[in-house]
């Protein structure tokens, strides 16, 4: 509670689980696009299906890339983040 990763507002209804949050998100912290590097995660029964969970670690500091890459408007910042986006 209180970490800067409650700066970022899901809508799981309009997820459609196709990763790109996680990939962007990999490449910011790695310079890879490696999912499992990534400060969110997107849980699912399977690619464009719905029923999608979305959830940030610890290490998520809210800097909004994740939500600037999410076409279907399931991720938001809730407030300004920390690149300003
Ligand atoms: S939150 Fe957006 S970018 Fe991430 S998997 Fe869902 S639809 Fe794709
Ligand atoms: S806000 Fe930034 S650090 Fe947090 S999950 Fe999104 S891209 Fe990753």
């Given at each position: 509670m209180g970490n800067q990763k409650k700066r970022m507002a899901v809508?799981?209804?309009?997820?459609?689980?196709?990763?790109t949050c996680m990939l962007r998100c990999s490449y910011r912290f790695?310079?890879?696009?490696?999912?499992?590097?990534?400060?969110l995660t997107v849980a699912g029964p399977?690619?464009?299906?719905g029923g999608f969970t979305i959830s940030f670690l610890?290490?998520?500091?809210?800097?909004g890339i994740c939500a600037a890459f999410c076409l279907y408007g399931?991720?938001?910042?809730a407030e300004k983040g920390g690149a300003g986006l």
């Open positions: 809508n799981s209804n309009s997820c459609v689980g196709c990763v790695s310079g890879t696009y490696s999912p499992a590097l990534a400060a399977g690619p464009l299906t610890d290490k998520c500091d809210g800097c399931a991720i938001t910042a």
